[in-house]
């Protein structure tokens, strides 16, 4: 008998009887078994195709319910061994009448064995899926057995240590799973580790035991959590533990720097403390698991990782040294309140597909902005909110490449790709204005109620704006369609009409930049300036496309006026042209941010000043600016225009006197952060010999200036930044600063990277050749800080030649990296070019691939902006 009537083999059959069943499935029956026959129905048989598609997605979350998973992975101390694995696999299925597919994203040959409600079952796995055969399952409970090797991608092996990192669908390139995030599962894991490994895990640990060299760990089930925050890490860490309020709390780490640990330790364990009560209070709900313990990782991908009861952090973003700036410390404030705040917002309440992963982004990074209000009191809320998210949103929502914040998504294998500024940083913006609107009590509200009604469960952005437009009179609705669905932002301009030195007219108007008839209804402040200091701040309401603002009629009429004073406001805002003279005379913090950000935007858009006029100004700025955080945006905007914006001849001849005035500034500012921000911005800018003797000088003796602490990660960055200069050393500098590192994954780091600062482009061009390879690209954090290096403006005559084959290697990157990957490879590797053969080269490249990947063509051009802005505002 023939099957040729059925689909091809890459479809999974119904099965109808059970003699058809052995004849024409890829799984024939196993003789000696008795076939468990389902009930026919009409439901269509999903196609089994690589991926979690989003069909595959809804019929899996109506069948299935009640999983859980019990995991046993035994992990030999060479990081290349296999780890030899089992999985038993509980669930519910309300209609056995058709196949099931487990998503497993690795070779057919790490399938060992499967067994179905106890019955062995021939392995029917392609196209990433391991295929149940309906005939081995029944309605109700079902259980499967699987012996397997462990898939390695995403288990980040090191020489004595490993870790899972599983968002957004890499948990299936570990182990068979249903792999989306609205079917929750309890896991219970135990790891069969070397005898000297430490572990953490989801759930508390039970009981360990030693054997033949070994130790094994039995955690208890974990909370039911979505699979993309399964996880564990096991090495050679150190433990510790501390109960700050009362709540006890484990910590993993690799750090060797005793004055690091003595600092950050203290602060790490209070802020988390601090952060769990302040969202127990805005939310009204205690916190909802069984532990909370974390994980501080070398070179880990992200800032963090919000699993359950075993947080990852990046070890340079929470071990701070005694030189740490001031925003050092308030980032590390939010990272921590952010991982913190997914426990609610993400963990506890969950989105339904990857389409609203933005949610979970907004509120963490929304809370964790009011978190660190609370924790560190002496910083300023208002101006980091600004610094933080302005200037990132800008930089992607200005691009040809813009996304909107809700982004569709049809399969998960493409869910790495949403992830970006717009969601980091355009979405709480967004946020705060929407808490604007509708006041902050209805809004807190409105929050409790959602995370209320669907604890340990799964909602949708659109749930959540059923609860929110309950509780104002504003259509959320029609907010929603712009400031979410839809990318871009809107340009501004004004009409200022006075009599009799009174004002007796002012109106804004807004136009999408893109041309678009659409409109952000929005609020926002405008400060009248007036030459005797004195200050006049306006709300405004820009619910239509031109507004009047009635309080400006018969205010005296100001020197100028600066828009967006409070920074709450989004868009292209316009510069009024007394407004760079008047930089000095603008009363805060935050008006000067806004001031800064204006200026830039329109630098770039081409309505305000020209990149070397910007600069003059941000160069009469600097030795006036006061605020550390306005200091760190506008050195930020100095080296962008000098390196990105200035041709080569120009910047050379400009070099010498910026570097006097920097070192200046830095001798006069008495604030050690500030001191140290203008000693980096002196670093970076540093072309003539002698700001370059200057720093060999400082690095050989390890003598830094008055007033500035540099610790050994300064020092290396100062050997990093000799050596893409060429300096002639008597010694070579890279190999003395390695002998100086003592921590053994620092050391790793420095290695890696030397061939990619050598002196000889044909050893640069060796390392660019063996990032090809997969196995070379393993340290994401480590590559693409060694493409900044090897793409330094100062190497573009040698390095311009990558590009091509970098953005051919673009959609393997995708497929193998991180979710961050893809637009750091791009931007390491575009960020610094200026040149037309450069921007010639990225549009080559998409029109040579027409049905390119949509997310990674958005990716491309919003990592490509800088290069075709260069192009038009670059001139020699």
């Given at each position: 008998?023939?099957?040729?009537?059925?689909?091809?083999?890459?479809?999974?059959?119904?099965?109808?009887?059970?003699?058809?069943?052995?004849?024409?499935?890829?799984?024939?029956?196993?003789?000696?078994?008795?076939?468990?026959?389902?009930?026919?129905?009409?439901?269509?048989?999903?196609?089994?195709?690589?991926?979690?598609?989003?069909?595959?997605?809804?019929?899996?979350?109506?069948?299935?319910?009640?999983?859980?998973?019990?995991?046993?992975?035994?992990?030999?101390?060479?990081?290349?061994?296999?780890?030899?694995?089992?999985?038993?696999?509980?669930?519910?299925?309300?209609?056995?009448?058709?196949?099931?597919?487990?998503?497993?994203?690795?070779?057919?040959?790490?399938?060992?064995?499967?067994?179905?409600?106890?019955?062995?079952?021939?392995?029917?796995?392609?196209?990433?899926?391991?295929?149940?055969?309906?005939?081995?399952?029944?309605?109700?409970?079902?259980?499967?057995?699987?012996?397997?090797?462990?898939?390695?991608?995403?288990?980040?092996?090191?020489?004595?240590?490993?870790?899972?990192?599983?968002?957004?669908?890499?948990?299936?390139?570990?182990?068979?799973?249903?792999?989306?995030?609205?079917?929750?599962?309890?896991?219970?894991?135990?790891?069969?580790?070397?005898?000297?490994?430490?572990?953490?895990?989801?759930?508390p640990l039970q009981d360990s035991s030693r054997a033949n060299g070994r130790k094994t760990y039995r955690f208890a089930p974990s909370d039911t959590i979505s699979t993309y925050l399964f996880s564990f890490a096991a090495g050679r860490f150190s433990r510790l533990g501390r109960s700050p309020a009362g709540r006890p709390m484990q910590l993993l780490h690799r750090e060797t720097d005793k004055s690091k640990l003595a600092l950050s330790l203290d602060p790490i364990f209070q802020i988390h403390a601090d952060a769990l009560q302040f969202m127990e209070a805005y939310t009204g709900i205690p916190y909802p698991f069984q532990k909370f313990d974390f994980v501080v990782l070398p070179d880990f991908q992200y800032g963090g990782m919000e699993h359950v009861g075993a947080i990852d952090y990046k070890a340079s973003a929470l071990f701070l040294d005694e030189g740490a700036t001031q925003d050092q410390k308030i980032a590390r404030s939010n990272l921590i309140s952010h991982e913190t705040a997914h426990m609610w917002f993400g963990d506890l309440v969950t989105m339904q597909w990857f389409n609203d992963v933005w949610m979970k982004e907004v509120f963490a990074n929304f809370m964790a902005d009011k978190i660190t209000q609370v924790a560190l009191p002496e910083s300023n809320y208002d101006?980091?909110?600004?610094?933080?998210?302005?200037?990132?949103?800008?930089?992607?929502?200005?691009?040809?490449?813009?996304?909107?914040?809700?982004?569709?998504?049809?399969?998960?294998?493409?869910?790495?790709?949403?992830?970006?500024?717009?969601?980091?940083?355009?979405?709480?913006?967004?946020?705060?204005?929407?808490?604007?609107?509708?006041?902050?009590?209805?809004?807190?509200?409105?929050?409790?109620?959602?995370?209320?009604?669907?604890?340990?469960?799964?909602?949708?952005?659109?749930?959540?704006?059923?609860?929110?437009?309950?509780?104002?009179?504003?259509?959320?609705?029609?907010?929603?369609?712009?400031?979410?669905?839809?990318?871009?932002?809107?340009?501004?301009?004004?009409?200022?009409?006075?009599?009799?030195?009174?004002?007796?007219?002012?109106?804004?108007?807004?136009?999408?930049?893109?041309?678009?008839?659409?409109?952000?209804?929005?609020?926002?402040?405008?400060?009248?300036?007036?030459?005797?200091?004195?200050?006049?701040?306006?709300?405004?309401?820009?619910?239509?496309?031109?507004?009047?603002?009635?309080?400006?009629?018969?205010?005296?009429?100001?020197?100028?006026?600066?828009?967006?004073?409070?920074?709450?406001?989004?868009?292209?805002?316009?510069?009024?042209?007394?407004?760079?003279?008047?930089?000095?005379?603008?009363?805060?913090?935050?008006?000067?941010?806004?001031?800064?950000?204006?200026?830039?935007?329109?630098?770039?858009?081409?309505?305000?000043?020209?990149?070397?006029?910007?600069?003059?100004?941000?160069?009469?700025?600097?030795?006036?600016?006061?605020?550390?955080?306005?200091?760190?945006?506008?050195?930020?905007?100095?080296?962008?225009?000098?390196?990105?914006?200035?041709?080569?001849?120009?910047?050379?001849?400009?070099?010498?006197?910026?570097?006097?005035?920097?070192?200046?500034?830095?001798?006069?500012?008495?604030?050690?952060?500030?001191?140290?921000?203008?000693?980096?911005?002196?670093?970076?800018?540093?072309?003539?010999?002698?700001?370059?003797?200057?720093?060999?000088?400082?690095?050989?003796?390890?003598?830094?200036?008055?007033?500035?602490?540099?610790?050994?990660?300064?020092?290396?960055?100062?050997?990093?930044?000799?050596?893409?200069?060429?300096?002639?050393?008597?010694?070579?500098?890279?190999?003395?600063?390695?002998?100086?590192?003592?921590?053994?994954?620092?050391?790793?780091?420095?290695?890696?990277?030397?061939?990619?600062?050598?002196?000889?482009?044909?050893?640069?061009?060796?390392?660019?050749?063996?990032?090809?390879?997969?196995?070379?690209?393993?340290?994401?954090?480590?590559?693409?800080?060694?493409?900044?290096?090897?793409?330094?403006?100062?190497?573009?005559?040698?390095?311009?030649?990558?590009?091509?084959?970098?953005?051919?290697?673009?959609?393997?990157?995708?497929?193998?990296?991180?979710?961050?990957?893809?637009?750091?490879?791009?931007?390491?590797?575009?960020?610094?070019?200026?040149?037309?053969?450069?921007?010639?080269?990225?549009?080559?490249?998409?029109?040579?691939?027409?049905?390119?990947?949509?997310?990674?063509?958005?990716?491309?051009?919003?990592?490509?902006?800088?290069?075709?802005?260069?192009?038009?505002?670059?001139?020699?």
């Amino acid at each position: 008998m023939t099957c040729c009537l059925f689909p091809s083999s890459r479809y999974s059959l119904l099965p109808v009887l059970p003699l058809l069943l052995a004849a024409c499935t890829r799984a024939p029956l196993i003789p000696g078994t008795t076939p468990v026959v389902a009930a026919t129905t009409a439901a269509p048989v999903v196609p089994v195709v690589a991926g979690v598609s989003r069909e595959l997605a809804e019929e899996r979350a109506a069948r299935v319910s009640g999983l859980g998973y019990a995991l046993h992975f035994t992990v030999p101390p060479d990081k290349a061994a296999p780890i030899a694995a089992t999985e038993t696999v509980r669930f519910r299925l309300a209609d056995a009448g058709r196949p099931l597919q487990l998503d497993f994203k690795e070779r057919t040959a790490n399938l060992r064995a499967l067994r179905v409600n106890g019955r062995p079952v021939p392995i029917d796995h392609h196209d990433e899926h391991l295929v149940l055969p309906a005939s081995y399952l029944k309605t109700g409970p079902n259980e499967v057995q699987i012996d397997f090797t462990a898939g390695n991608q995403s288990l980040n092996r090191n020489d004595d240590y490993l870790y899972t990192l599983l968002v957004p669908d890499r948990t299936r390139t570990v182990f068979p799973v249903f792999d989306q995030p609205n079917l929750k599962a309890a896991f219970t894991l135990t790891l069969t580790l070397p005898d000297t490994w430490e572990a953490l895990a989801n759930g508390p640990l039970q009981d360990s035991s030693r054997a033949n060299g070994r130790k094994t760990y039995r955690f208890a089930p974990s909370d039911t959590i979505s699979t993309y925050l399964f996880s564990f890490a096991a090495g050679r860490f150190s433990r510790l533990g501390r109960s700050p309020a009362g709540r006890p709390m484990q910590l993993l780490h690799r750090e060797t720097d005793k004055s690091k640990l003595a600092l950050s330790l203290d602060p790490i364990f209070q802020i988390h403390a601090d952060a769990l009560q302040f969202m127990e209070a805005y939310t009204g709900i205690p916190y909802p698991f069984q532990k909370f313990d974390f994980v501080v990782l070398p070179d880990f991908q992200y800032g963090g990782m919000e699993h359950v009861g075993a947080i990852d952090y990046k070890a340079s973003a929470l071990f701070l040294d005694e030189g740490a700036t001031q925003d050092q410390k308030i980032a590390r404030s939010n990272l921590i309140s952010h991982e913190t705040a997914h426990m609610w917002f993400g963990d506890l309440v969950t989105m339904q597909w990857f389409n609203d992963v933005w949610m979970k982004e907004v509120f963490a990074n929304f809370m964790a902005d009011k978190i660190t209000q609370v924790a560190l009191p002496e910083s300023n809320y208002d101006l980091k909110f600004v610094i933080d998210h302005y200037p990132a949103a800008y930089g992607v929502d200005r691009t040809t490449g813009a996304n909107p914040i809700r982004q569709n998504l049809d399969n998960l294998s493409d869910a790495g790709s949403l992830y970006g500024g717009i969601i980091y940083h355009k979405a709480p913006i967004m946020m705060r204005q929407l808490e604007r609107l509708m006041g902050e009590e209805p809004f807190r509200d409105g929050l409790r109620a959602y995370l209320k009604q669907y604890a340990h469960g799964n909602a949708t952005w659109p749930d959540l704006i059923k609860i929110l437009d309950a509780r104002t009179p504003a259509d959320l609705q029609a907010w929603n369609k712009v400031w979410v669905n839809q990318p871009g932002r809107p340009v501004f301009k004004y009409d200022l009409q006075t009599s009799a030195g009174k004002i007796t007219r002012l109106t804004l108007s807004q136009q999408a930049e893109d041309g678009s008839d659409r409109l952000w209804p929005q609020l926002f402040e405008v400060m009248l300036v007036y030459p005797n200091g004195r200050t006049r701040e306006l709300t405004v309401n820009q619910n239509a496309r031109e507004v009047a603002v009635p309080a400006a009629v018969g205010e005296p009429a100001p020197a100028f006026i600066l828009f967006n004073s409070t920074g709450l406001g989004y868009g292209v805002f316009p510069v009024d042209k007394p407004l760079p003279a008047g930089l000095a005379t603008l009363p805060t913090p935050v008006a000067r941010a806004a001031a800064y950000i204006n200026l830039y935007e329109n630098m770039l858009n081409g309505r305000a000043l020209a990149p070397a006029e910007l600069l003059a100004v941000v160069r009469r700025q600097l030795p006036r600016e006061t605020e550390e955080l306005n200091l760190k945006l506008l050195t930020s905007q100095l080296t962008d225009v000098y390196w990105k914006l200035l041709p080569p001849a120009r910047r050379a001849a400009l070099a010498p006197a910026l570097e006097t005035e920097l070192w200046q500034a830095l001798a006069k500012t008495p604030a050690p952060n500030s001191k140290k921000l203008l000693f980096k911005a002196y670093q970076s800018v540093a072309l003539s010999r002698a700001a370059q003797t200057r720093l060999y000088r400082i690095w050989g003796t390890q003598q830094a200036p008055a007033g500035v602490k540099l610790t050994e990660d300064d020092y290396t960055s100062l050997a990093l930044a000799l050596a893409v200069r060429d300096y002639p050393a008597p010694a070579p500098i890279l190999a003395r600063q390695l002998t100086r590192i003592t921590n053994p994954d620092r050391r790793k780091r420095m290695e890696f990277m030397l061939p990619a600062l050598s002196p000889d482009p044909a050893t640069r061009d060796a390392f660019f050749a063996s990032l090809a390879e997969e196995k070379n690209r393993e340290k994401e954090a480590w590559v693409t800080a060694a493409l900044g290096y090897l793409h330094h403006p100062l190497r573009a005559a040698t390095s311009e030649k990558y590009l091509p084959q970098s953005l051919a290697l673009l959609e393997e990157i995708q497929q193998t990296g991180d979710i961050f990957f893809p637009y750091s490879w791009l931007q390491a590797t575009l960020g610094s070019y200026q040149t037309p053969t450069a921007a010639r080269t990225v549009r080559d490249f998409l029109t040579a691939h027409p049905s390119y990947n949509p997310q990674l063509h958005a990716k491309l051009l919003q990592a490509a902006d800088d290069v075709f802005r260069a192009e038009k505002l670059v001139r020699e």
